[in-house]
């Protein structure tokens, strides 16, 4: 059965040619459990080469898990983790982060867009230092951000560098991580370790796999007992290589740069065809895969009308989210209904 592709979210999409072969491959025999297998061990070390360390990685199921219990290695229950008020560890994990921290609070900057600047990061961590208030240890920033932006590698040294001066770890949420990657042209190094960023969440599954993300520790000291917080979170998969092979499949052909870059392309083609519709504005700088558009009081409801999806969680606006597979004809038709509705 076909339906017309939607683009309310980039999970929305299927998994892609290079993930799925690679699963299709990993699952020719039987091969030893949880994580001990050829596969898991090649996913860790094409990220390994990819990133031009020697990391720690693990697999989790999905992003949630993967930053709760990132930011949960950097804390202590008595700990607070600095983050922007759109920050999906904030807005959208239900309080995972402070569940498996037991009890680190976010503590959240009321910013503009999804960016947390190093002044914000300055003033959550120095406006108290006494005992009656969790003790800043961690930032998180998330690139590219919930808002569609990216952060800058001179954004990133600057905020790492605030961090290291007020002992303070730096976590990044990558769950698009290939789409900021896409976009800056610069090396997953240079955005990560090499800016300053301590652990990295890098997102599978709106790349282009079924499920899964991988988290790397830069600094291994930092790793110490995680695959025991895996384990006790649910997070150890017993077929672990269903999780791994898919990695394998997109970082060794180069795909989970593509998919990322395809999916911008699509954010960028619909953010140009707007240009020229009177009315409509874009709420946020089109710089990864979404597009936060605003127009006339009758746009949005025209666009449901006509059967497109949506969310409108952040700002009220329209969010457009694009993945590997987005056709780039529908993108072309949702452009066209946005240019009627506005102007109906
Ligand atoms: C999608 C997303 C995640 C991961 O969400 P899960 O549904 O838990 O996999 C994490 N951070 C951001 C910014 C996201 O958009």
Redesign the pocket.
């Given at each position: 059965m076909s339906v017309s592709q939607q683009f309310g979210s980039d999970?929305y999409a299927g998994i892609c040619p290079e993930a799925w072969d690679a699963m299709q491959q990993a699952n020719i025999g039987s091969l030893t459990a949880y994580g001990e297998d050829e596969w898991t061990t090649r996913a860790a070390n094409a990220f390994r080469t990819l990133f031009e360390t020697d990391c720690e990685v693990f697999f989790a199921f999905?992003?949630?898990a993967a930053?709760s219990l990132a930011l949960a290695a950097l804390c202590q229950s008595y700990n607070s983790v600095i983050c922007s008020s759109y920050a999906?560890v904030e807005t959208?994990?239900c309080g995972a982060p402070e569940f498996f921290s037991n009890g680190s609070k976010l503590l959240v900057a009321r910013t503009d867009s999804a960016k947390l600047t190093a002044q914000d990061v300055r003033s959550l961590a120095t406006c108290r230092a006494d005992i009656h208030y969790p003790k800043p240890r961690a930032v998180t920033i998330?690139q590219p951000t919930?808002t569609g932006e990216l952060y800058s590698l001179e954004e990133i040294r600057a905020l790492s560098a605030t961090c290291r001066e007020l002992g303070l770890r730096l976590h990044m949420?990558g769950?698009?991580f290939a789409n900021a990657c896409a976009t800056l042209g610069c090396s997953p190094a240079e955005m990560t370790w090499q800016a300053g960023v301590d652990v990295l969440c890098f997102?599978g599954?709106?790349n282009g796999m079924a499920v899964g993300?991988a988290i790397l520790f830069f600094d291994r000291a930092l790793a110490d007992g995680f695959d025991y917080r895996c384990k006790q979170a649910g997070q150890l998969a017993s077929k672990m290589r269903f999780l791994s092979a898919p990695w394998v499949g997109l970082l060794e052909s180069g795909a989970w740069l593509r998919n990322g870059a395809h999916a911008n392309a699509c954010a960028q083609r619909l953010a140009a065809a707007l240009q020229t519709v009177p009315g409509v504005e874009l709420m946020f700088p089109v710089q990864a895969n979404g597009v936060f558009l605003r127009g006339p009081e009758k746009l949005l409801p025209g666009l449901q009308d006509r059967g497109w999806r949506f969310y409108t969680f952040i700002g009220g606006g329209a969010r457009f989210m694009f993945a590997w597979d987005s056709d780039p004809a529908r993108v072309d038709e949702l452009a066209a209904d946005i240019a009627t509705c506005s102007a109906a």
């Open positions: 999970n999905n992003g949630t930053n999906h959208d994990e998330t919930e949420d769950s698009r997102g599954t709106k993300e």
